[in-house]
């Protein structure tokens, strides 16, 4: 049984994040918490980085990129724990490797070794982060054994307190489910939340509205992360909605509706961490809207305007990042090139590992259910 009783928070700052509804100051006091939030972005982005080559070299036959979206997912997964349930869709790896992963096993002395007050998954997770390179490579060992090669697929391992529920690509789909298991633990009373990323563009479906709606009103421990990067595939959000922002819908549930912005992981685990209060105290769900910049294609052929994109470049969120912790004096620039090639190297390890590993077999009848 997970303990909630411990209200952790791992931001430096004492942030304010304000909404139509009753989000509340979060005073904040953990040491190193912009670091672990780092390490995490800084290992998401490679994982990222090493697939997008593989794609533009021909290796990999597609590729959605996470890049632009580490500093709101891995934010938003560390302020859940083991026993909560992540739901998640195509550019959401910096959560997932966040939830999955204990960097202080796979990368030892990376980042310090101080406690968030986070019960996180257990398990190994190595094996874990490897067999997620045979997920994208469609390898046998991979969580649909190669079926697929994406993050379709969902990862149940009760025992270490990781619910996974891999992406429906029907998008806006996945927010009753995601609505669904908050119920069951409302039903279970066990005090665990689930924690859901859409993009805007699944905002504008009728499951957006009939899962919040009765989420409100069944008062469902559950937290709607909006992952607004302005473009759902080649729609603007000037053809997507009319209202000012789409945090306001938050009010027509009676819910708060916050907008953060989506490149500063403090800001976005600020908010977080009040909803998650609120989840787990009964209070129920909150409609956070992350700002973010989508810096690559939809599938990474068509193009995002040149000087849009310039100016989401400007506004990286691992750069930002990196330029806090050396005005804050927390690294140095050296330490971030370590940190870098420490992050590559196990990336292009597992990778490497993944690659040499056997193919499905292709007289394997299709597994449509779980086993
Ligand atoms: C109901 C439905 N319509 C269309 C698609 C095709 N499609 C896949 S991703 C996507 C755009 C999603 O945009 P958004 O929700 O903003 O997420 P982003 O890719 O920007 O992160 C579309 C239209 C789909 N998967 N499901
Ligand atoms: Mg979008």
Known sequence: MVDHARRSSLSDDKATAEGPGSIREIDASVHDSLREMHGYMRLAREW??????????????????????????????????????????????GAILRHYLDIHEILPGLIPETSSGRKSVGGDSRQRFLRLA????????????????????????????????GMISHLGSMIPVAAGTAFAFQQQGNHQVALNFIGEGATST?????????????KLPFILVIENNRWAFSTPTSQQYACHQLADR?????????????????????????????????EGPT?????????????????????????????????????????????????????????????????????????????LPRRIHAD
């Open 48 to 93: 990222d980085l090493r697939f997008e080559k593989m794609f533009r070299t021909g290796a990999l036959s597609k590729w959605y990129s996470s890049i632009g979206n580490e500093a709101t997912t891995v934010a938003a997964a560390c302020a859940i724990e083991a026993g909560d349930s992540l739901l998640t869709l195509h550019r959401d790896s």
């Open 206 to 218: 009728g499951d957006f509205h009939e899962a919040l709606n009765i989420a409100s009103v069944w």
């Open 287 to 363: 409609l956070i809207e992350a700002m973010l910049g989508r810096h690559r294609g939809h599938s990474e052929v068509d193009l995002v305007p040149a000087d849009e994109q310039d100016g989401y470049s400007s506004q990286d969120p691992l750069d930002l990042v990196e330029k806090k912790l050396v005005d804050r004096s927390t690294l140095s620039v050296s330490d971030l090139a370590e940190i870098r090639n420490r992050c590559a190297s196990l990336v292009m390890v597992l990778v490497d590992e993944a690659m040499s590993m056997p193919q499905p077999d292709p007289d």
């Open 134 to 165: 045979c997920q994208m490579l469609g390898r046998k060992h991979g969580f649909s054994a190669g079926h697929e090669r994406s993050y379709h697929y969902n990862l149940i391992e009760e025992q270490h307190g990781l619910i996974h529920i």
């Open 250 to 282: 938050g009010q027509g549930y009676g819910i708060p509706g916050v907008q953060v912005d989506g490149n500063d992981p403090e800001a976005v685990f600020t908010v977080m961490s009040s909803a998650v209060d609120r989840a787990r105290s009964g």
